[in-house]
């Protein structure tokens, strides 16, 4: 008999499935052995007419796995000549998309910025986000709550690996502050506080004023105006509210 002669290509961890068949089918029994670099587990001697083994490549290259398959048919006791079908096992596709994102709510991030593909096969990748983001391998994200995003990545043999990764967001800071107000100059200053109400301490308090620059949470009014302060809480999230306040001068007494 005439074996016939196949080749294989497949990921690392993926199964083959070579059928074996001749020009005396069925009447031929065939078996094999096998000769495997060392990096490729699961390869096996064996007999039957159905290779199907799961082959792993602990390797950073391509290996190739080669099954010297004989054949006899018994009923006239005639042996065919060996055949090596050889399977190439591409290495694991390894996708590193580097450490995780801490920020704040309502910011932008962009993921896939310290992003890693190896092994596998070759490019050009497909690259497949989680969460609707599509195909770009580097989108951009806005969460408002602690999110983790899931990358799959595949080669142009179908051999597919994924990574994941947090994006840590700090609440926005939300700020309570004094209303508007109006006040008699004589009852100066007028007292205009604001008060973190998330966020995480210690803040930092910077207030722009029609009496210039000042800081803390608590300021004293003494002209017309808007009051605007910025809030930078300990994760670097910040906050902004502003108020009007209004200052009757005093009349002069003639």
């Known amino acids: 008999p005439i074996i016939d002669l196949v080749d294989e290509q497949i990921c690392s961890g993926e199964q083959t499935n070579i059928v074996l068949t001749s020009d005396q089918d069925p009447f031929v029994t065939y078996s094999w052995t096998v000769t495997a670099p060392p990096s490729v587990t699961g390869a096996e001697n064996g007999s039957g007419s159905f290779i199907t083994q799961t082959l792993v490549n602990t390797s950073s290259q391509p290996q190739v796995v080669f099954y010297n398959v004989s054949g006899i048919n018994e009923s006239e ?9 050889p399977v190439t096992v591409y290495p694991e596709l390894v996708v590193n998309l580097g450490p995780d994102i801490d920020g704040c ?3 932008e991030f962009q993921l896939g910025q310290n992003l890693n593909v190896s092994g596998g096969s070759f490019p050009p990748f497909i690259y497949q986000w989680s969460g609707n983001l599509g ?13 983790t995003y899931t990358l799959t990545v595949t080669d142009q043999n179908g051999c597919s690996g994924t990574d994941q990764i947090r994006v840590t967001v700090s609440p926005a800071i939300i700020l309570d502050m004094s209303p508007e107000r109006e006040f008699c100059e004589e009852d100066a200053p007028l007292a205009v ?10 803040f930092q308090f910077n207030w722009t004023t029609p009496i ?10 003494t002209a017309t105006g808007t009051y605007t302060v910025g809030v930078t809480d300990a994760n670097g999230c910040t906050g902004e509210r502003s108020v009007n306040i209004t200052m ?6 003639g």
């Open 77 to 85: 006791s005639c042996q065919a000549n060996t055949v090596s079908i």
């Open 248 to 253: 009757f001068e005093t009349p002069l007494h």
């Open 212 to 221: 210039g620059n000042l800081t803390g949470s608590e300021i004293g009014a």
């Open 193 to 202: 506080i604001v008060n973190p109400t998330s966020g995480q301490a210690p």
């Open 105 to 107: 709510a309502q910011g």
């Open 135 to 147: 195909n770009n391998p580097n989108p951009t994200v806005s969460p408002n709550i602690s999110t």
